[in-house]
Structures are given as C-alpha cells and as structure tokens.
C-alpha cells in the first residue's frame, strides 16, 4: 500500500461523480449511490422535475420546493438545471457527462439519443463512463414500449397476487389484489441498479472502461416474489392471498392478533420447521398470563400438535391473550425472550423515536434553513464501524448548484488508482463469453434462510468464488423448507404433470437437504462445505479460509460470532482489510440484543406491513411474502459491493451491521417526513394514487376466476380513452368525472362504473387494448403467468436454465441488470445451481489448504467434516 495518507473515515464512493436524469424511475439509485458518498447532481429542465409536484407537501402546499416526495428521494443529491432542448443546455450537458463516473438515465427511450446523446457518442468523449440505463420493460422487446405505472409493475410484477386479504368461506375474493404503498417498484429497481453501478465500478478499477447497465423495472419486479415462483416451476402448484401473512398453496391459521386498543401484533410462526419449534415457547408465555387453557393435556406433547386443528387451538388462544392488553403493554417483548419472532404491527413514524434505531442512526433531523425549521429524515441503510452515514445535504432547491457544478466539474474524472495489495489474474470468463464483473474474490459465506443467503446469489453472479460453510448440526433451514420442493421424479415428473402435484413428504425436518428447490434458487452459483464448528480443527480450517478470503457474510443473531471468537477484532487478525458483513433482524448495534425476526416480523416492526391494505377499517393486508428477506438480500449484496470497491480504492477492510428492520425503515418512503413536517400518521389508501394524482388508479376485476387488471389514469385524455376502451364513451363526459380533480371527488363512484365495465372483459385482451390507447395498464400476473406467458420476460431472458447434482436441470431467476462488458450469469463461474450439502468439501481443502484426501478422510474421522 505504499506511504499513502488514508482517511479512515472515508466513505464507500468518495470521489465518484453522478449525473441523474429523469424521474421516479432512477430516484431511488441515486439516492442509495448518494448514501454511499458519491457526489450526485440531479439534471433537472426549466421549472424543475416532475416529481417535484409529487405529494405530499409542507403544510400541504403545492409547491416544487415543498414536495416531500422529492425531498425524500433527492436527499442528500445537488440540482442544476438543464434545458437539454437548447443548443446551450446541450453543449452543458456534453460537459458534465466527460466528467462524470456515472450517468443514471430513466428518461423515455430514445430521449437522449434524439438529443444526440447515444452511448456511442458519449462513450467516445469519456471511455469510463458507466451508463446506468432504467426503465419500464427494457428498452427491447414486444413491451418495450409498454406504459407503466408503480402500480403496472406491482400487478405484472406477482407482487399484488401475492398481496391482500383472506378469501370468503366458498375460497373466493371479495377484495381485489393489493399494492403494497409507497413506490415499492421503484425501489426494488432502484436499489438492483445502484447495486450493479458499484460491482461496474470495481470493474472499472481494473480496466479503466465504463460499460452499459440495463435495468428493466418489470424484471426486477417480477424477481423479487419469494416461493410463488419455484411452487409453479417445480410442483404446478398456485398461490393464494392470505391476510398479512405468506401467500401460500393451502389456507393457515391467521397471524395478525388484535389487542385491547384495536391495534395489531404479529405473532410470526415461519412456515419452515427444520428446528426450535415454536409451541413449547408460546404455551410457556401463555401459562405465564394465565391462558393456556387446555395445552397441557397430555395430546400435545405428541404429533398431534402439528394438526391444523391444534395450530388453531394455539392460535386461538392467543388471540385471547393479546385481545386482553393493550398495545403498548408490548407483549412482544415478553415474547422474544422466549425466542418467539414476535413483532408489533408499527406505523413507520412510530419508530422515528425509538432508541434502539436513533443509537444505529436509522433517522436524523435535517435542517432547512430556507423554512427555518428542521426535519426528521430516515437516515442509514446499515451501521457501518468507524463511518457515518452521509447527512446533508438538505434536499436542493430547483438549479440551486447549477453554478457550484460548473465550477467544480471542470474537468474529467479518472478512476482512483487501486491500492488493494491483491494482484489481479486474468480476467475470468463467465458462460456469456465475457469477463465477469469481479476478478479474484472470494467470500467466506457463513449465512442462512434467504435474507443473507440471498447476497451471495448476486456476487456469486458478477463473479466471486461464494463458498457456503454450514454442517447439519445447524444446517441452513432452507435446504427443507417445505415450498419449492422439488418432486421425485424431477423434471420428467413435473413436465408430464397436468395438475399440480403434492408437496414431497420428505421436506420435513428430517428430510434430504437437497430437496429444496427455493434452496438452490438462493444460493445459485456458490460452492458448499460441511464444517462442524464446534471441533477445533474445523474453527482452524476456518480461520485458514478467512485469512485467504476479502469478505466473510454471516446471517447469524448478533453477538454469535463474537461468543464463537470470530469478531470483528479477531478477523482483522486473520487479515487486517477483511471485509465483515453480518445481517440479522434488527442489527447487533442498539437495544434490542437478540431480538429474532423472519421477513414478515421485520416488515411488521418497520412499518412495511401497515403501509399495505385497504383503509381501516380494514386490517393491514401485509407483503405477502418475505419482502424484507429478498431486500434485505439486495441491500446485503449492495453493502458488501460498496465495502469492496472501498477497499480497493483505500486499501481498508470494515465491518458492517445491517439488519432487516433497517431495510424496512428505508423503504417507507416520505411517512416518516410527512409526520415530521405535517404531524400526519400513516393511513393506508389501497390501490389509489393520492400522491401522484390519479383516477381511476386500481385493480378491477376481469373475466376468469380471481382475475384482475391494474388501470392507472393520470390525466383526462387517458381516461378518455380508458372509457372508449372499456365501451362506456359516455362516462367519459359524465359530470362527476370529465376531469381529474371531479374523478378524485367522485371515486368511489368511478371504479364502480369501471368494474362493471371490466368484469366481462378477458384481462390480456384488454391489457393490449388500454396499452394501445396509451394507458398504463397490466394484468394482476401470477407466477404461471409471469413464467409461461410473459413475452417480455422471455424476451429479457429472465430465467436461466442451470443443473444441480441432484435435481437435475431447472430454471432459475437471473440477475436483473443487463452488464454490456461484463454481463453476471447466475450460475456462477461454477455454471450450476445451488450446491448440495457439502459438495464442495474436498475440492475446497485441497485447494485453498493443500490438504490431500488421507488428510481429509482423517478430519471426517475426527468429526470435524
């Protein structure tokens, strides 16, 4: 490393120039890359962008320096205006991309390049540039040019099929599919993008060449739904919504509880069963408050307490004891001593004075020095030791850097030069025949379940050698989870299939580990070993692996490492730049110690799951699956990229405590500002817009059973032809909604008509016709749809066909951003999926260790393998 001056404090993209031109579609990136340390100046034309007149406002006040919603999303960016329509703004905007590292562009296609902006041109004026390109459908394909809408992409997505409220009692549903609020598919591509500009980035490090990064929302979106997808692939098997809980193929016993006061808590049971289950711990709290009722018969303490009749009992029961407290009685608590994922259902703001997330520095207060006044703003993605998350600047007034960047951005920014002392081999190819975004780095994978196995999945893709460490004294729960089990009779079985087949009894927790088809989805592309932690030789094996690694990941409760003396301090031993992530429900850092969450008890506790339903006096309705898992996952994988393009550049390796909750806290959007600044709590709107004005902006049922369409109207000629469309032309010139303010006025009203109008329609045929006529539109898909219909999907190639020892050969999901010069492959630089439990064993001793097969038979002997 030389004699070089390191600033420890130095954030993740120090140095990094970004431009950012468009809309809601590229905001989030930006905002996570700002986050980061990178300096991001907002491209804005004359008057300001148009989600400047996105709500809410301060003190409810139309204004393009009083939305809240920018405010929220450009936290942190500068803003110069641009009029790219203008030779002058064009010979500006010529200047600021030759100096930019980055360009984030969510404009409609083709808008640069008719400006004379193509990628080729602005390649040739700077070589290094990254050219972040986000859009709807993917600039290709027979929807490229497709309209969409946060809601489009929420129902093409699966998201909204995962997504709503119990059938009635015959199984069908009187509430239509639900949306979960607050611009959730923005984010989900957002933060897909960001993560793939950081891995470029690295790249970039090595070969001084930028590249083009596509992402299309649509393919984002429609990855991100946890087991509808492998259900279908592997066992034709359909999901169906269920009321603040996993969708599933089969009904469960509820999980939300209602206390005394009419709030609600999560009494989370996780749908994998593999160890410590949860019925001993629920009775003891129970009998604790004197309700345990009839739970000591002597019935069960036998199998019978795994019939739906006795989850139901226990489920009953405590639903009683909940009815009997009031909320802030916090029973959740008592809970979680008895290790019971328990979590209250919390309206976002609620957490913006808890002391656990204030010591983590998930919120902070901005000042506004124009107002006079400061506000409360959702601060860190995750805590990072020795670092703070960047604080200011406020968000910018429209042009208000315009002077200070054209000072400032006067010439070319050239990549930092490496420090890392690791010496890069040749470039590695992956199976697109080209190189792989990471060279040379390998990964210490010591995660479980999806929310920290997931990162890897990513890595694994742009390259990493991810290698999985587990034994099965504690082996990862999801090698039996019971969903996405794939059948026995493999591939052939499920093809020859005209009806879904039977979940494999053998998935239990005494089952085969490599069963699980959600399982080797998950851990794509890595390698595995088998090491029993608790025999000395296998911890020195490990402390080897660590010593020749750049990252160890870990999914464990906090303090495990530290109680297992692999800290923090002890891995800097071992090598003093590793890079140390570790996830868990609510993080190591702050006062709830151990605190034990799955995805759904997260999004309770962070406010995700109230910010999902219909109004009360509706319940929550929940993401119906373990958002925050896959989230969470995605913001693991970005951390880790960010930890790794810093280390590079400094020459410094961090630890880094993230969590779930954290996750959740990020994703709520302008709740928490809106209660700072207006004093307002959170209230679900369903699927209406009143944010981004719309009418009608909903899902309306069609012809088939449980089918829906998402329409989403945001101005008068879209609602024209909306009701040309749908065959009612007079509605259109209906008094109570000619015009979009009498819409919103009259919109219960409104989507009655509409419903009427769509029911008798097949939802395909429509989708085509209101896309054709220029509305946002889109088929409420399910995972049959998305994996057998969707042409857009085909069209992106949004599954890979990978093997798997045991499974054979079955498709799984791709990384959704499209690399131009170093394109990710999900099956990894090993081309399979996910490995069998302890696949890799020997390979991985004789090649990192040197230790032949007498030796290893000898460590299997010892019990250490």
């Not at 902006?117 to 972040?132: A, P």
């Not at 910010?611 to 309705?621: D, T, V």
């Not at 099956?827 to 696949?839: E, F, K, L, V």
């Amino acid at each position: 490393m030389g004699d070089e001056k390191i600033e420890t404090n130095s954030r993740f993209l120090d140095g990094v120039r970004v431009l950012e031109i468009g809309d809601e579609l590229g905001e989030y990136c930006g905002k996570v890359l700002a986050g980061l340390g990178a300096d991001v100046v907002r491209v804005e034309p004359p008057g300001g962008e148009v989600t400047r007149t996105y709500g809410p406002f301060v003190d409810d006040e139309p204004h393009p320096e009083r939305s809240l919603y920018f405010w929220h999303y450009n936290f942190g960016k500068r803003s110069i205006v641009v009029d790219l329509d203008s030779t002058a703004g064009r010979a500006e905007f010529a200047r600021l991309v030759a100096a930019a590292d980055v360009l984030i562009d969510s404009r409609p296609r083709n808008f640069l390049a008719d400006r004379g902006f193509d990628h080729d041109r602005m390649s040739d004026v700077n070589e290094g540039l990254i050219y972040c390109r986000i859009s709807p459908f993917g600039d290709t394909g027979p929807w490229a040019d497709h309209a969409g809408s946060d809601l489009v992409h929420l129902a093409l997505g699966g998201v909204m099929m995962n997504c709503g409220y119990d059938p009635d009692p015959s199984g069908t549903y009187d509430t239509p599919p639900i949306a979960p609020q607050m611009w959730q598919s923005y984010q989900i591509a957002g933060e897909m993008a960001a993560m793939s500009v950081v891995a470029a980035l690295i790249s970039r490090l090595d070969t001084g060449r930028g590249q083009v990064l596509s992402t299309s929302v649509h393919q984002a979106v429609s990855q991100n739904t946890e087991t509808d997808v492998p259900d279908w692939v592997f066992l034709g098997q359909t999901h169906y919504r269920l009321t603040c809980r996993h969708s599933t193929t089969t009904s469960r016993s509820p999980s939300l509880s209602l206390t005394k006061d009419g709030r609600y808590l999560l009494p989370y049971r996780t749908y994998v069963r593999s160890q410590n289950d949860e019925w001993d711990s629920t009775v003891e709290l129970l009998r604790n408050h004197g309700m345990h009722g009839d739970l000591d018969d002597p019935k069960y303490a036998t199998d019978h307490r795994d019939t739906d009749e006795a989850r139901a009992h226990l489920a009953a029961l405590v639903d009683q004891l909940v009815g009997r407290l009031l909320y802030d009685r916090d029973l959740w608590r008592e809970a979680q001593k008895l290790d019971l994922p328990w979590t209250p259902i919390r309206r976002p703001e609620e957490n913006a004075t808890d002391p656990h997330w204030l010591v983590r520095g998930s919120f902070f207060d901005v000042h506004h020095p124009e107002l006079g006044r400061s506000f409360t703003y959702v601060g860190a993605k995750w805590v990072t030791e020795g670092m703070s998350w960047p604080r200011g600047p406020r968000p910018p007034l429209v042009g208000e850097h315009s002077d200070e960047v054209a000072s400032e951005w006067l010439t070319p920014n050239r990549p930092p030069a490496t420090v890392s002392e690791r010496v890069s081999p040749r470039p590695r190819l992956s199976k697109r025949g080209k190189p792989f975004p990471l060279t040379d780095v390998r990964i210490v994978d010591l995660s479980w379940m999806l929310a920290s196995a997931g990162a890897g999945r990513f890595l694994s893709a742009m390259g990493a050698d991810v290698i999985k460490v587990e034994h099965l004294s504690r082996p990862d729960r999801m090698r039996f989870s019971p969903l996405g089990a794939c059948p026995p009779g493999g591939r052939e079985e499920r093809d020859r299939a005209r009806e879904p087949l039977p979940t494999p009894a053998s998935n239990g927790t005494s089952g085969n580990p490599n069963r699980s088809g959600s399982f080797m989805e998950i851990n794509a592309g890595k390698r595995a070993i088998s090491l029993n932690l608790k025999n000395p030789k296998s911890r020195a094996i490990l402390e080897e692996m660590i010593a020749d690694a750049d990252i160890v990941v870990e999914g464990f409760s906090p303090g495990t490492m530290k109680r297992m003396g692999l800290g923090y301090d002890r891995l800097r031993e071992l090598k003093n730049d590793i890079i140390y992530v570790q996830q868990s429900g609510l993080g190591e850092l702050g006062t709830y110690g151990r605190a034990r969450t799955f995805g759904p008890s997260a999004q309770a506790i962070s406010g995700i799951s109230d910010m999902s339903g219909l109004p009360e006096p509706f319940p929550p309705a929940g993401i119906g699956y373990s958002y925050l898992d896959w989230f969470g996952a995605y913001n693991m994988a970005t951390a880790i990229l960010a930890a790794l393009h810093r280390r590079d550049v400094t020459g410094l390796g961090c630890h880094i405590d993230a969590s779930q909750g954290e996750t959740g806290l990020y994703l709520t959007g302008t709740a928490v500002l809106d209660h700072s600044v207006n004093g307002r709590h959170w209230s679900r709107y369903g699927n209406r817009s009143p944010y981004r004005v719309a009418a009608p902006h909903g899902a309306f049922p069609t012809a088939g059973d449980d089918r829906w369409i998402a329409i989403a109207c945001f101005t008068d000629d879209q609602w024209r032809a909306t009701a040309s469309v749908l065959g009612v032309p007079a509605l259109a010139s209906d008094a109570r909604f000619s015009t979009l303010a009498a819409r919103i006025e009259n919109q219960d009203q409104l989507e009655s008509s509409v419903r009427e109008a769509t029911r008798r329609r097949e939802p395909f045929e429509l989708m085509a016709e209101l896309q054709a006529a220029g509305v946002a539109a889109g088929v409420c898909q399910t995972a049959q749809d998305r994996v057998e219909h969707d042409p857009q999907l085909a069209h992106l190639g949004w599954m890979t066909e990978l093997d798997q020892l045991e499974l054979g050969r079955w498709p799984v999901k791709e990384h959704p951003t499209q690399f131009s010069e170093t394109p990710t492959y999900i099956g990894g630089r090993w081309d399979r999926s996910g490995p069998n439990y302890g696949q890799d064993t020997d390979a991985v001793l004789k090649e990192l260790l040197g230790l032949d097969s007498a030796e290893i038979e000898a460590l299997r002997r010892d019990g250490a393998l």
